[in-house]
């Protein structure tokens, strides 16, 4: 089967740096995205890796190892709008999406 | 702006009243989706269409169907929603060509079942 994991909850510091795993096992390896999602609104793209290593992006970087199943986020100089969950997707080799849960972050003063 | 819209963003309907949602989009993308999502589950894929190539996951309800009617409409009928069909529904589009497979989403529709 298709799996993807990723930690339920984390909490982090305002100004900190936090790091969101994701493990993957899919049929075929398009892609892993991640999504931002604040309550009760939609995702929102925040990053794609296709080849492995890191892509950085502002605060925001995403990391990727293919022959590991593994991928990560990290976000630097928290921000109180950060809180929000992250989710982890992998495009399968039929150009679908496979959604993780998410990772609900929550971010203390 | 270019973007993925929903109407209603909220609606709430009885049991067993059908209910229609809709999303348009203007950014001319060849792929739409509908999602299910739950309280802190991941989006539940439940259709896509490939222009008007229409594409059903195993799982999705028959209670659940879609219509495409041009490249910037979609709609998701509910035939008879019952209180386990409350959820966000997710409208989604995406180029679908190499290189393009980056969703973007709709605002989603929250529905309600009393």
Known sequence: GQNIDQPTEMTATEGAIVQINCTYQTSGFNGLFWYQQHAGEAPTFLSYNVLDGLEEKGRFSSFLSRSKGYSYLLLKELQMKDSASYLCAVLDSNYQLIWGAGTKLIIKP | ?114
């Open chain 2, 1 to 114: 702006d270019a973007m993925v819209i929903q109407n209603p963003r909220y609606q709430v309907t009885q049991f067993g009243k059908p209910v229609t949602l809709s999303c348009s989009q203007t950014l001319n993308h060849n792929v739409m989706y509908w999602y299910q999502q739950k309280s802190s589950q991941a989006p539940k894929l439940l259709f896509h269409y490939y222009d008007k190539d229409f594409n059903n996951e195993a799982d999705t309800p028959d209670n659940f169907q879609s219509r495409r009617p041009n490249t910037s409409f979609c709609f998701l009928d509910i035939r008879s929603p019952g209180l386990g069909d409350a959820a966000m529904y997710l409208c989604a589009t995406s180029r679908g060509t190499e290189g393009g497979h980056e969703q973007y989403f709709g605002p989603g529709t929250r529905l309600t079942v009393t």
